[in-house]
């Protein structure tokens, strides 16, 4: 049973088109998050999600818009893609503890190019 | 702000000798540190985390880590080291922003095994 899985895995687009990222988890955390990993293999926090409301959005351009549905779903809706756009986006989950200490399950991944 | 610096970009050891990746913080409150590690192509799994008490933590797969507050730093290290072992290592803050967590990461360490 894979804790976080994020779907596709792979996705290749030509710029300009609108894409998804899809992640669930099983693990009954209540907290989610979306980071991007760059072709330097760093890696920075875009959303987070807690209960479906969002609590952290580090200025993302709004072509990036996540989606919450439940707390065990947090999708990834990417608008009019940039070549800049091409990285790789990991899901992840936590429950959210008394400040702050929480840990981090990640998901395996989703290479996104951008032709 | 919080940041997370890792000096050694790429490091060499030989399988069988001992491990030290450097990892060095800023953040102004008692730090939450975690240390992950991506192989090749996967997602980031957890190897140890420091919350508070013993500032020497034990991990997974034989590592372990070493809060020094007074140097800012948790290194990581291992005293026999693996082919398996070669992967990217990357060290990481919990920054409470409010209320809630997210993971301020360093740029990664890769590791390499010789024969």
């Known amino acids: 049973d894979t804790a976080v899985s994020q779907t596709p895995k792979y996705l290749v687009t030509q710029m300009g088109n609108d894409k998804s990222i899809k992640c669930e988890q099983n693990l009954g955390h209540d907290t989610m998050y979306w980071y991007k990993q760059d072709s330097k293999k760093f890696l920075k926090i875009m959303f987070s999600y807690n209960n479906k409301e969002l609590i952290i959005n580090e200025t993302v351009p709004n072509r990036f818009s996540p989606k919450s549905p439940d707390k065990a779903h947090l999708n990834l809706h990417i608008n009019s893609l940039e070549l800049g756009d091409s990285a790789v986006y990991f899901c992840?989950?936590?429950?959210?503890?008394?400040?702050?200490?929480?840990?981090?399950?990640f998901g395996a991944g989703s290479r996104l190019t951008v032709l | 702000a919080q940041s997370v610096t890792q000096p050694d970009i790429h490091i060499t050891v030989s399988e069988g000798a001992s491990l030290e990746l450097r990892c060095n913080y800023s953040y102004g409150a008692t730090p939450y540190l975690f240390w992950y590690v991506q192989s090749p192509g996967q997602g980031l799994q957890l190897l140890l985390k420091y919350f508070s008490g013993d500032t020497l933590v034990q991990g997974i797969k034989g590592f372990e880590a070493e809060f020094k507050r007074s140097q800012s730093s948790f290194n990581l290290r291992k005293p026999s080291v693996h082919w398996s072992d070669a992967a990217e290592y990357f060290c990481?803050?919990?920054?409470?922003?409010?209320?809630?967590?997210?993971?301020?990461f360093g740029t990664g360490t890769r590791l390499l095994v010789s024969p």
């Open positions: 992840a989950s936590s429950h959210s503890r008394a400040r702050g200490a929480n840990v981090l399950t």
């Open positions: 990481a803050v919990g920054a409470v922003n409010t209320g809630f967590q997210k993971l301020v």
